[in-house]
């Protein structure tokens, strides 16, 4: 296939497009390796439809995630006169936005710290949290179940894994709203102002009165005498609070919404909850909460399945699309928790992968086990059927998932 014919038909990313967002991407997928798009705010995007090509993307350093860089290949990308949301220096400079070797300089420092033994010490405590919270769902008939569930789990446990003091975090989920919400850059740039602000103030308390958390780890992780600098704690920070919150949210989230769906998965969590840790997988593959989020540039011309993407063009693995991709997983349209759900792309690939999957699977798993121990008559208070998603480029999430704690 020729570059122009890629370009033949060119779908926006729109709230639409999110509604019915693996229908259209199946479509997609079977029709060309590699679509353009275009973001609402008219930045072309070229996304990456199919498993093969998505992984081997994900690998391939002629992508790269400078973020300087990104910034200009996205300006001069975008049409004029075109709402464009400026990266927050101080927050936006980290890891996840770099390429080798600035990006093994730091994840060698924050992997020190970020230990397996801290992610599994955390069990308890994460048991703990999961208990308090189904007490006060089994209180009430009816209650949404990403406020009174899936929000709270995550957001409790990152924050006292790095170190966030308790009087904050309403401020904190109240700031990553903002900052995920495409929709209001001003609100947007306030927010990161005050979160940046708030972590060069928790950066300094940790040094005087260190922790056993996660910050005061990064504050001392040495490598080579090598350490993280003030602007680069900040920056690790952020992005392990955001990345740490908004996706495990969202995996338990619209993990219930399709074990409520089909209520043979269900029972069978039900019968046998050490399927939990399959179930998560399959969740993760089949509606994970990352849509694209892997989004790229070309850093040079860049072939994929025929299809020649040039240089200094965004590209956006699609990680929902490739998930589903029958080359791949038999059936790919089924809900299986009994499924072979390994080498789903939702973690990312390569050097990128998800620093934080061992906690969020330890926390999904958990939630769930809890949730179906706890209620194991749980059932929906609505229509699943006209389930509502939020519209963002990055997460995949519904807007609310009202439920009825039966036991
Ligand atoms: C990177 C997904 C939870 C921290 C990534 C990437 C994906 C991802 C797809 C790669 C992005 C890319 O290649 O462009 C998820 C999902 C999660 C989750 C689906 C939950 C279900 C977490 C948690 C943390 C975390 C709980 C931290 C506590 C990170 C970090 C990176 C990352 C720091 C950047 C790694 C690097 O640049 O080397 N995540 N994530 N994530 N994730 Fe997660």
Same mark, same amino acid.
């Given at each position: 296939?020729?570059?122009?014919? %890629?370009? &033949?038909?060119? =779908?926006?990313? #729109?709230? #639409? ?8 991407? %199946? ?12 973001? =609402? ?5 070229? !996304? ?19 973020? &300087? ?8 990308? /975008? ?11 101080? /927050? ?17 420092? !924050?992997?020190?710290?970020? $230990? ?6 955390l069990? =308890?405590?994460i048991?703990?949290i999961t208990? +308090? /919270? *189904? ?10 179940? /990403? ?6 789990l995550p957001?409790?446990v990152i924050?006292? *894994? ?25 609100? %947007? +740039?306030?927010? %990161? !102002? ?21 910050? &005061? ?27 740490g919150?908004? &996706?495990t949210?969202?995996l338990i989230?619209?993990?219930? *919404? ?19 840790? +399959?179930?998560v ?36 693995? +699609? *990680? ?9 997983? =038999? ?6 928790? $009994? ?17 934080g999957?061992?906690l969020a699977r330890l926390e999904a798993q958990i939630a ?40």
């Amino acid at each position: 296939m020729s570059t122009t014919e %890629a370009h &033949t038909e060119v =779908p926006v990313f #729109d709230a #639409d497009f999110v509604h019915d967002l693996h229908a259209r991407y %199946a479509e997609i997928r079977d029709a060309t390796p590699v679509q353009r798009m275009v973001t =609402p705010n008219g930045l072309p995007v070229w !996304v990456i439809t199919r498993y093969a090509d998505a992984r081997a993307a994900l690998a391939d350093p002629r992508l790269s995630k400078e973020v &300087t860089r990104i910034r200009d290949v996205i300006a001069e990308n /975008l049409p004029p006169d075109s709402d464009h949301r400026a990266f927050d220096e101080s /927050l936006a400079s980290h890891m996840l936005n770099m390429d080798p070797p600035d990006h093994t300089r730091l994840r060698k420092l !924050v992997v020190k710290a970020f $230990t397996s033994r801290r992610v599994e010490a955390l069990r =308890p405590r994460i048991e703990q949290i999961t208990a +308090g /919270l *189904l007490d006060d769902m089994a209180e009430k008939s009816e209650v949404d179940l /990403l406020d009174a569930f899936a929000f709270p789990l995550p957001i409790q446990v990152i924050s006292e *894994l790095v170190g966030v003091d308790e009087s904050r975090r309403d401020d904190f989920r109240a700031w990553t709203n903002t900052l995920l919400d495409a929709s209001d850059r001003d609100a %947007a +740039g306030a927010a %990161a !102002v005050a979160m940046a602000q708030y972590l060069t103030e928790l950066i300094e308390h940790k040094r005087r009165q260190p922790a056993d958390d996660l910050l &005061t780890a990064l504050i001392d992780s040495t490598e080579d005498q090598d350490r993280l600098s003030d602007k680069e704690l900040i920056a690790m920070v952020f992005l392990l609070l955001v990345a740490g919150h908004e &996706t495990t949210v969202n995996l338990i989230a619209n993990g219930v *919404l399709h074990l409520l769906r089909d209520p043979d998965q269900w029972a069978a969590l039900r019968a046998d909850p050490d399927l939990v840790a +399959g179930a998560v997988e399959e969740m993760l593959r089949f509606d994970g909460p990352v849509m694209h989020g892997t989004f790229r540039f070309t850093a040079e011309p860049l072939p994929v399945g025929g299809v020649e993407i040039p240089a200094g063009q965004i590209v956006w693995v +699609g *990680l929902a699309a490739a998930n589903r991709d029958p080359e791949q997983f =038999p059936e790919p349209e089924r809900f299986d928790i $009994t499924r072979d759900a390994h080498g789903h792309l939702a973690f990312g690939h390569g050097i990128h992968f998800c620093l934080g999957a061992q906690l969020a699977r330890l926390e999904a798993q958990i939630a769930l086990r809890g949730l179906v121990e706890r209620f194991p008559n749980l059932t929906a208070a609505g229509s699943l059927d006209d389930a509502q998603w939020r519209f963002s480029t990055l997460i995949h999430g519904l807007r609310a998932l009202p439920v009825r704690p039966t036991g």
